[in-house]
């Protein structure tokens, strides 16, 4: 999720501006079932470790999803990851990332965690990019892409208008020549 100015979160890391439906639900019952790797940046993590264990309102197949599927997640500064099923990794190993994705299995996910996004990117280790525009200017923020001092070149491969005002767009980066 991200809004129109580009963060992913309000500068406090409020997510209540999220346009969230059915469809969106759907969408995401869809995404857990190509998935079998979750990674979280700290943040991220411990407000997801918060919610799911105990969440009840939400979807039962996508709350048995969150909670089941193995999770990693990058600090430096927690020394516990307590949630179902989750590593925690102090530093992130490019090569050890790349022998991940060589693995055979399902996807593997970043959700939120703009720093951990932001330090992928960098490193060439995301494959698609899967973001969901939220009809919202939040004029300041989180940014989902920090850092940069070259330009990321992605090509659009979808794009989805939602009933809701969001617009789903998948892109795939380009090497540049």
Same mark, same amino acid.
């Given at each position: 999720?991200?809004?129109?100015d580009g963060f992913? =979160? /309000? *500068?406090? /890391? $409020?997510?209540d501006w999220f346009v969230w439906d059915d469809t969106l639900k759907d969408m995401s019952i869809s995404t857990l !079932? +190509?998935?079998?790797t979750l990674l979280f940046g700290r943040v991220?993590? $411990?407000?997801m470790a918060s919610y799911w264990p105990t969440a009840? $309102?939400?979807? *039962?197949?996508?709350?048995?999803?969150?909670?089941a599927l193995p999770k990693i997640v990058f600090s430096s500064s927690l020394q516990k990851a307590d949630w179902n099923n989750t590593r925690l990794v102090s530093a992130i190993n490019r090569e050890e990332i790349?022998?991940?994705?060589?693995q055979p299995g399902k996807d593997i996910v970043i959700y939120g965690s703009g720093s951990i996004v932001s330090t992928f990117a960098h490193a060439g280790l995301i494959d698609e990019y899967l973001l969901i525009v939220n009809p919202v200017v939040l004029g300041r923020g989180k940014p989902l892409f920090t !850092?940069?001092?070259?330009?990321?070149?992605? +090509?659009?491969?979808? =794009?989805?208008?939602?009933?809701? !005002?969001n617009v789903l767009l998948r892109y795939e980066p380009v090497a540049v020549p």
């Open positions: 999720m991200v809004s129109l992913f =979160a /309000g *500068p406090k /890391g $409020e997510i !079932g +190509r998935v079998d991220t993590y $411990e407000m009840k $309102e939400d979807d *039962p197949v996508i709350v048995k999803a969150m909670n790349v022998k991940m994705k060589q !850092g940069f001092t070259h330009t990321l070149n992605l +090509r659009l491969l979808k =794009a989805t208008t939602l009933g809701s !005002g």
